[in-house]
């Protein structure tokens, strides 16, 4: 039985590839999947399989051609096939040197080739042409008589392409089946917490366009300082943490830029004068963030104890919803969960938020010193709309300098 | 031409001491068309002979006595129907040697602008439409245009030519006798030359003349000389008349001889030579010939004259057709249907 | 506007032709007959009456000299509507009608016409085979010639008038079962197709088909009868949820191809039902058109649904085995939809 062997579509963008060169002569033996030609694509050079075993009895293409994918470019045949076709041609020959002696060789009928052809009506072929539409992509999605592709079958193919979404290559999904792939997997539906957290967040990746700014501040002095404070305490003393020294910190710095501490609807910039702090608090349900009003007018003790109360009712999802809204910048602390530094996600209508990373110990070069100091990584993300670059690496440097000597918080 | 009255009874006609007294213009038209015939024939013969006309030929030497004897007796608006056999039927009737000519060398200025040949010559304008090549088939017809002279109230009449083959086709039978019930205004001329290609008359019947069959229909029929050219004008006359007064068709057997084959390819070996003597010598041209010139006191000049004009008339004939342009072949397609 | 039968509108047709014209007049078998039937389906019931026996011209059996005589009548200036009694009888004048009326005026080169009306009935009745044929066919293969096909009344008036008013011969091709003939005559199985047929003179131009139907999934050209069980089909087949466009073609030569085309264009199938039998019936040659002219345009092979290749039938299961029905019509839509 002879088999056709024909151009692999391989290319994406074009109908028609080189056929650089036969990996075999006329006559070989071939396997199949052994390497039998090589082809170019505008991509790539590739080697291509032979699709049956047998010899290679012809060869229609010449090697450096462009030829069409689906073109058929040489034969392959039986090994008996061959030695009677071989036979044939002898006898032929010889009847006309000889007197005929022999009865005319009967070829074997050549039956069914690879059946690679693909029938697809006149009305569907003009459609294709004109959408540009190559015959591969539908193999097998023909739906009418004998399995033709017809118009619809072209209609349906259009309309997958526009709610295409991008799939796995089919060397993943197909080694699962259905039932394999479904069958670990629980359905839950969104909490009233997380649903309000999701639309929150898509509506700031959508709305706002983000930048975060780093710097690693030097913490050593401040975690001294706090130190110090608390060895000073009673028990029922509210007892500052990092944290609440970094919010006053960052209070001092807003009043100094005030576009960090403002509100954007998309058309005008509301500054405040307050500063109205919203912290982010981690709870079972969820991220809450808490906001602490007019922080800047806290004393440390009052600002620990404000933000220890909402905090812990924050746990015990005793908050109202105004304590929830209003707050014109948030501070976000993942160091204690081992963050080195982050990029936190902005809280609209607010234009700016702190990320605070985890302290650790570094060796640093200080005034030409080599010396260990304590280290953290902040990350502010602005809204480009309203802040720029330039602005939110002078509020990150006035932070900075303002926790590396937080002796000037007094000045 | 003004017709004379002929008060003749089918008794006198048979006499020759009672000829009619035809104008010296008529019989003297008589016998150039006679000739015409039979120069026009020979002279096609000739050029197909040559391999200048395409198609064959079915001559209708000998036989010329029928069609000027007919055609002396009816006028230019009575209808003809001819058969395979034309050329002579359409001469006398008044189509012009030179459509004819030009239409066997199918040329754009022949008789049918070349879409017809030969078996198919004929002018409407002289009310003869194109002859039909179907045995039979043109009797039906001429008996149409029979019973629209009867139905416009017009006296007109249909002459159908055919052969003695014919009268075996069914379509014979069905218009004689429609004709005959009818009272229809129609001549049924046998032009019976014994031959229906090449099979004799006593193989297709049992009965010895076509005109016996008029019995069977209820109309008059009668057998005569058809090389007699004024015995056919006479019979031809009194079956007009007939007609012309609504008494029906009549059946007029004109035994005669066809002198050549069937057609062009026909050897005539079916004919022995004794009896092909026989009918030359009974040649229609040159009885009546000598019966102008014993008869009637024509000059033998005058009917030498009117032979030098044949030969002008048909060299012309010649000439024009093989001048003449060869259709447009878009003309293909044309000439259908009535837009 | 009256309501009539196919019968009375052809009747009404040559009425009015004739009281306009007095050219035209009428032969056949038993159409005039004092105390007859007006033709074997009534349809010049009463005209010998109003004309006389001279312009309702009753003829001996004589097909051949029929169809000669109005010929020769008709190359002559008159404009006559003749009839065969049964179409199968049209063979017994094909000589008349393909050698002589379809070629005269091409071999006269184009000097003279002929004006005829040849009105054949056709269609199966339980009467046998020899009664019994559809043969459009073997007319719309004859240049020279034209055929219509009427299947309403409206149709039925307004083509027959065109017919007669055409310088062409014309065959008028009528189906037993359309006409709706009343008392002794009466068909079995006819359909009662009672239209709407306006009393003034107005004509149906040969050579335009019409859509009875209008739909956008396939194509059925069907006429005559067949025409009556493709919208019975389409009907059918609409429940499933396919909408066939249904054409009646009204005239098969000259045949309304850009009605046909550019269906096709919208649909992309096409189905032809006919009366007579399938191979080389007029089916084919719309089929070999359309597949020339519409190829691009066509997403599934042309079907035709005929009848067997056979003759027509005498017993009345063999004979709805014979004649194309309702089943046949969505059998063959569905192979390709």
Redesign the interface.
Known sequence: MTVEILMPPLSQTSDTLVLVSWLKDIGDAVKKGENLFTVETDKATLEVEAPADGILTEILVQPQSEVKAGTCIGKIGSPQEVKSLAAATVNASTIHTEEKKQPFQVLPAQTAKAEKRVFISPRAKRLMQEKGILPEVLIGKGSGPDGAIVERDIQKYLLALQHAVSQPSPAFTSSLTSQERFANVQTSALSPTRKVIAQRMLESHRTIPPVTYQREVIVTALVELRQRLLDQLHEEQPRPSLTDFLIAIACRVLMQFPLLNSTFDGEQIQSSSDVHLALAVDTERGLVAPVIFKAQEKRLSELSAVRADLAARAKASQLAPHELSGATFTLTNLGMLGIDSFTPIINPPQVAILGVGRIREAAVQVSGQLCFQKMINFSLTCDHRVIDGAMAARFLGAFASLVERPEMLLY | MKEKEMNLTQDQAQTESAYPSLPKEKLLWMYRTMVLIRRFEETANDLYMQGRIPSTLHLYIGQEAVAVGISAAIRRED?V?STHRPHGHALAKGVSAKAIMAELFGKAS???????GSM?V????VNM??A?A?VG?N???????????K??RKDFV?VCYFGDGAANE??WH??V??AA?WNLPLLLVCENNLYAASTPFNKAFKIDYVAQRSEAYGIPGTSIDGNDVMEVFRTAYEAVARARRGDGPTLIECLTYRQCGHSRSDPRTYRSKEEEEFWKAKDPILRFKNYLLTKKDIDEKELSALDVSVEEEIKEAVEFAEASPEPDPAEVY?????E | MAKMTIAEALRQAIREEMQRDERVFCLGEDIGIPGGFGGAFTVTLGLSEEFGHERILDTPISEAAIAGIAIGAAIAGMRPIADVQYGDFLFNMMDQLANEAAKLRYMSGGTLSVPLVMRAPVGATARGAQHAQSLEAFFTHVPGLKVVCPATAYDAKGLLKSAVRDDNPVLVFEHKLLYGSKGARTEKGTLSIVGDVPEDDYTVPIGKGVIRREGKDVTIVANLLMLYRALSAAETLAQQGIEAEVIDPRTLLPLDEELIFNSIKKTGRLVIVEEDNLTNGWGAEVAARMADKAFFWLDAPIKRVAAPDVPPPFAPVLERNYVPNEEKIIQAVLSIV
Not at chain 2, 111 to 116: L, N, P, R, T, Y
Not at chain 2, 139 to 149: H, M, T
Not at chain 2, 334 to 338: F, Q, Y
């Open positions: 209808y129907m022949g008789a049918c602008k070349g879409k017809g198919h004929g002018d409407i304008a439409p194109p039909i179907i088939g009797v039906p017809i001429a008996a149409g245009l029979a019973l629209a002279a139905m416009q249909s069914g379509d069905e218009a006798n429609c019930i044309t000439d259908v249907l009535k």
